[in-house]
């Protein structure tokens, strides 16, 4: 058996007390009460399922049927993509290379001085030009990816509000008071 446990205001499920704490069985009745409500279920196996809906309406459905894709898992991974091909530092010598006109100007007001050495590197601006086009690449097929998962039946999607929303109602009623929160590293996700 294993017992699952809901937040009592919101009845969004949190976790999965695995029928036994510390090698004790679980008993519902010897459960706190405050902050959750509690249902029993027959098997709940946290690697090849999870919990669809709430306390009331959700069931328990197998992940490879029905796989959950949220938001911020695929913004990350386009991030990493960009971050892979391009370090943080490069990308930002890249973004003042953006300033092409301000790069002419410069150039041509110290070519004007007679101060060759005042000149800033024109292939800075073919590399900026480069990189920005890469990651509008990136951004365009992560949003299609977005639109994919949004629109299929087979897949879950979690928007970064949805997200949001869920975190916030597994919290509500002051349970982050005594487990902590995401900020400080303490948390469902952790």
Do not use: C
Not at 6 to 18: I, T
Not at 79 to 93: D, M, P, T
Not at 175 to 187: Q, R
């Amino acid at each position: 058996m294993n017992i699952l446990a809901f937040n009592k205001l919101s009845k969004v499920f949190v976790l999965d007390l695995h029928g036994e704490m510390d090698g004790v069985p679980v008993v519902i009745a010897d459960l706190d009460t405050t902050f959750f409500i509690y249902k029993e279920v027959e098997s709940f196996d946290h690697e090849t399922q999870r919990w669809k809906g709430d306390y009331d309406t959700g069931s328990i459905v197998d992940i490879e049927d029905l796989p959950e894709i949220a938001e911020n898992q695929l913004d990350k991974q386009a991030e990493n993509k960009i971050k892979s091909k391009v370090s943080i530092g490069r990308q930002l010598n890249m973004a003042i290379a953006l300033l092409e006109p301000i790069i002419t100007t410069l150039n041509t007001l110290a070519d004007d001085a007679g101060k060759p050495e005042l000149k800033l590197d024109t292939n800075l601006i073919s590399d900026a030009k480069d990189m920005r086009d890469y990651i509008q690449k990136i951004r365009d097929n992560n949003n299609r990816y977005k639109d994919f998962y949004k629109e299929s039946d087979d897949y879950e999607f979690l928007s970064k509000n949805d997200e949001f929303e869920m975190r916030s109602k597994q919290l509500d009623g002051g349970i982050h008071e005594i487990i902590g929160n995401e900020k400080e590293g303490v948390g469902f996700n952790n």
